[in-house]
């Protein structure tokens, strides 16, 4: 706005500078103009037809006063009758550009020869004098020769109104002050939008991106707009969600890794006296073979429960990623509809309708089958579980992405607690008390970790349950 305002008064001052200039030059060869007309007269020493000549250029409208004074200063002739024979002050106005130094100049140039000034009623006038030169034809005029020395005869001096110069130039000017006001309140207004659509919005991204970089994730960016702004805050609320759920993922495989390291621990020391257990049982048994008693019971009793433990230290121990692992080259979907196969009679007896969404575009992938199929067994016998009353288990595999291959098995069964659903990959975290020792999740998740996978679950209550595992795919896979 301050370049503006600057640009336009310079504009207006140097436009009315001109205009004045070209008033000025006009103002000069209308007064040639005059002067040369009286020129015959003055020869002719005719001062009748002088003065009636200076009294008929002097009552045109824009013409304020014409006269014209000898060397000596004295009005000779004047369109103001009451002026004829005064002595003019070597100071005054009319005088001044000649006379301002101690010696008259001889010669002014065409611009040193007008003057604006303020006549009386307080408008501008143009005075424009014009020197009356000696010449071979005065000095030689046989009524009243000139001595041919004397340069300067007299002066002819013009004074014209500038009122309507005056009046046209502050139009212009209100035109043009008025284009400059309008230029300026657009040029307000579009800064003011560029604020309010663009700055604001920038300056709550730039906000939101300090809260995210200092960890808070929790709070989306609150920018409502359908521009490329708004898209902007949309594609940036996406990252922090993605972040986060990144970040839970880290934390709870973090979580889970140390819980394995553990239950190995733990598993490995069990173990051993379980091995010590189960042996010191079979050769009692071996003793007690034939005989019927309460004894022959009891190690039975503890041969099976001892075994069951010896499953649980197994479970414990895949979780852990302890068991060596066999990968072959294996059809993700040959495994998966092996799985089904296995669970088909189950699933029958549930009433359970099984939806299938396979893309055959999923490469032969190097994986442990038998341990991948324990994952799909687990996840599907959990969605059976769910669903007590039937419902629809639904199998889908597809490329996620280019290198990764992705597995969903969902249900429309109860669903999972919010409460439960940071808990369900924890080893012995079950909600089925007996029927379930709470290991399939805990041992799936090693076992995708072990294969570089990942396992994730979104549940809602009464609506179904969703887990979803995520397989790198190698470009020799592809
Ligand atoms: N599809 C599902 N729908 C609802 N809850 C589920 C589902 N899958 C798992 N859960 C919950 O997660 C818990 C842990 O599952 P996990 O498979 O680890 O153990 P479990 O099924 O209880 O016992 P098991 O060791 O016999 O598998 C379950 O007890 C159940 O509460
Ligand atoms: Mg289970």
Redesign the pocket.
């Known amino acids: 706005l301050i370049v503006g305002g600057i640009f336009f008064s310079i504009t207006t001052q140097k436009l009315e500078e001109e205009y004045i200039e070209e008033v000025k030059r006009g103002g000069i060869r209308l007064s040639d103009s005059i002067k040369n007309s009286f020129r015959y007269a003055m020869l002719q020493d005719d001062k009748k037809a002088v003065l009636s000549a200076v009294q008929s250029v002097g009552k045109q409208k824009e013409i304020d006063r014409l006269r014209v004074y000898n060397k000596d200063g004295v009005i000779m002739f004047s369109s103001v009758d009451r002026e004829i024979g005064r002595l003019i002050d070597k100071h005054s106005k009319a005088c001044a550009p000649c006379h301002r130094h101690s010696q008259p100049l001889k010669h002014l140039t065409e611009l040193e020869r007008c003057s604006i000034y303020n006549n009386d009623e307080a408008a501008r006038s143009l005075l424009l004098i014009n020197p009356i030169y000696n010449g071979t034809d005065c000095s030689t005029a046989a009524c009243h020769a000139h001595d041919p020395h004397q340069r300067v005869l007299g002066v002819m001096d013009l004074s014209m109104s500038l009122q309507i110069v005056d009046s046209e130039l502050a139009q212009k000017k209100r035109l043009f002050s008025s284009f400059a006001i309008g230029l300026m309140v657009i040029t307000s207004l579009v800064i003011f939008l560029v604020m309010r659509r663009v700055v604001r919005p920038i300056t709550s991204l730039v906000a939101g991106t300090k809260r995210i970089s200092s960890g808070d994730l929790d709070h989306p960016l609150e920018v409502k707009t359908k521009d490329e702004i708004g898209m902007l805050a949309d594609s940036f609320n996406t990252m922090t969600n993605n972040l986060k759920t990144t970040r839970n993922q880290l934390l709870q495989s973090e979580r889970l890794a140390s819980l394995g390291r553990m239950a190995a621990g733990i598993a490995h020391e069990i173990n051993n006296p379980l091995t010590g257990i189960m042996m010191f049982t079979s050769s009692l048994q071996d003793e007690q073979k034939g005989e019927d008693g309460e004894l022959s019971e009891t190690l039975d009793v503890i041969m099976t429960e001892t075994k069951r433990c010896r499953e649980i230290i197994r479970?414990l121990l895949d979780f852990a990623r302890q068991r060596q692992s066999n990968y072959q080259v294996h059809s993700i979907l040959d495994i998966l509809k092996n799985s089904l196969k296995i669970i088909s009679s189950h699933v029958q007896a549930a009433g359970i309708e099984v939806v299938t969404r396979f893309d055959a575009s999923i490469p032969a992938m190097l994986v442990d089958g038998i341990q991948l199929e324990q994952v799909f067994l687990?996840?599907m016998?959990?969605?059976i579980?769910?669903m007590p009353d039937g419902g629809t288990l639904t199998i889908r595999a597809t490329m996620t992405s280019d290198d990764e291959a992705g597995i969903s098995?969902s249900?429309s069964?109860?669903?999972?607690t919010p409460e439960?659903i940071s808990?369900?990959?924890?080893?012995f975290?079950?909600?089925?008390g007996t029927?379930?020792?709470?290991?399939?999740?805990?041992?799936?998740w090693g076992i995708i970790d072990q294969h570089h996978g990942t396992i994730t679950?979104e549940?809602e209550v009464n609506k179904?349950?969703t887990?979803t595992v995520k397989l790198p795919v190698s470009r020799e896979e592809r």
């Open positions: 479970g687990n996840l016998i959990n969605a579980d769910a098995v249900d069964g109860t669903g999972i439960n808990h369900v990959f924890e080893p975290f079950s909600t089925k029927k379930g020792t709470g290991l399939g999740l805990a041992v799936s679950v549940s179904g349950t887990f």
